[in-house]
């Protein structure tokens, strides 16, 4: 196995996943939507030129929940780790231990990310061991290594909008050559919501066939 993708997902429980947007939607309406988050890019990612797609799932007990939403195309591996830099790290390793070359992790905060943008950094790390796509908030929606490297998520104050800047001191700081995609958004806050609604309208008027349906069908778009 060259290319590996893992998928950060959440369980969607109402009270527990995109808080943010309370009260702006309701809690049930919050998970639902991320809901649609999982779905549509779980879909997407079969786009890919990729050997593997796994779902890194929480809470651990949340398995039989992503088996109901993402079928049995993809794998399954519940998070390990106390912060998230813990748990990316672990989920590389599972990676590399399969006999993955290439591996990368996205999350689920934004059902527009183009499949284009993975595919890239798949691509890319044929040149480069790391790659990094970035966010407007500061943080990052992908990263990607061509081996196992620990020392690039020490030192996070992960959450924050120091991220993506801090990971960027600590990849220079190891010498590491790097490749970084162009930024893109996630959805947490009313705004970005906003954002989105406006984006899936501008997507549908110009005929592109990476829509993220089951978002549209909650947005009633």
Known sequence: MSTSLIIFAKNPIPGKVKTRLTPYINPT???ELYKAFITDITCNTHKLK???VT???TPSNAEAAFHSICGQSVDYLPQKGDNLGARMKNAFMYSFDKGSKRTV?????SPTLP???IQKAFDALKEVPVTVGPTFDGGYYLIG???QNDAIFDGIDWSTSKVFG?????IQAINKQLYVLPPWYDVDTPDNLEF???HILSMKMSGTSELPNKTMRFLKM
Do not use: F, N, V
């Open 29 to 31: 309406e919050a998970a």
């Open 50 to 52: 990729c050997e593997q």
């Open 55 to 57: 779902i890194a799932y």
């Open 105 to 109: 992790i996205i999350g689920t905060d």
């Open 115 to 117: 499949s284009s943008y």
């Open 145 to 147: 290594i061509s081996g």
């Open 166 to 170: 801090q990971t960027l001191a600590r």
């Open 196 to 198: 989105l609604r406006s």
